[in-house]
T-cell receptor, first 112, second 115 residues
Framework: NAGVTQTPKFQVLKTGQSMTLQCAQD?????MYWYRQDPGMGLRLIYY???????DKGEVPNGYNVSRLNKREFSLRLESAAPSQTSVYFC???????????FGQGTRLTVV | AQSVTQLGSHVSVSEGALVLLRCNYS??????LFWYVQYPNQGLQLLLK??????LVKGINGFEAEFKKSETSFHLTKPSAHMSDAAEYFC?????????????FGKGTLLTVNP
């Protein structure tokens, strides 16, 4: 039972490069989320998808785009990476609104 | 909008001592409250959740939390700390309707357990 799977686990980018973080869940959840975690800041919501076909901005969306490809998959794209985007990124999913979220293992991204 | 404040970014206890991690929330609607634990280099794992049923909530690994509306608090406790409890703990709040359903996290409390 994989739960929430994120790829890659580690990535180093040069400033200005682009990349897509992949996330897939096998729990048939409706809602999916992308968070970033920075020391002393807790987790901050970047984007979320309440259900298939919808996406909305969270607390810190600038510099990111998302795609809810289907019910299982929710990707996060950095079009032009900046050092300020160095962080650990977590994908999460929940069955419906107001239920607990299940998290992936994270992607550690460094932008140099 | 809802928010969470975790008092103390770092708590240190001795093995066998009481663990108390503090969380206060702000929410304009009845909240759903959660505690998550994060072990080094891992994702977040749910410890327990409050969803308007019993105010004393029991979770995994011997942790429990009590919802106190009058104090807007949801503190996490464990009677006797174990070395394996060393981790970072996050309190989170979610509203119960409309656009309030987003999960908002506190900044975390790092728990160290001394032998």
């Amino acid at each position: 039972n994989a739960g929430v799977t994120q790829t890659p686990k580690f990535q180093v980018l040069k400033t200005g490069q682009s990349m897509t973080l992949q996330c897939a869940q096998d729990m048939n959840h409706n809602s999916m989320y992308w968070y970033r975690q920075d020391p002393g800041m807790g987790l901050r919501l970047i984007y979320y998808s309440a259900s298939e076909g919808t996406t909305d901005k969270g607390e810190v969306p600038n510099g990111y785009n998302v795609s809810r490809l289907n019910k299982r998959e929710f990707s996060l794209r950095l079009e032009s990476a900046a050092p300020s985007q160095t962080s650990v990124y977590f994908c999460a999913s929940s069955e419906i609104l107001n239920t607990e979220a299940f998290f992936g293992q994270g992607t550690r991204l460094t932008v140099v | 909008a809802q928010s969470v404040t975790q008092l103390g970014s770092h708590v240190s206890v001795s093995e066998g001592a009481l663990v108390l991690l503090r969380c206060n929330y702000s929410s304009s609607v009845p909240p759903y409250l959660f505690w998550y634990v994060q072990y080094p280099n891992q994702g977040l794992q749910l410890l327990l959740k409050y969803t308007s049923a019993a105010t004393l909530v029991k979770g995994i690994n011997g942790f429990e939390a009590e919802f106190k509306k009058s104090e807007t608090s949801f503190h996490l406790t464990k009677p006797s700390a174990h070395m394996s409890d060393a981790a970072e703990y996050f309190c989170a709040v979610r509203g119960s309707g409309g656009s309030n359903y987003k999960l908002t996290f506190g900044k975390g409390t790092l728990l160290t357990v001394n032998p």
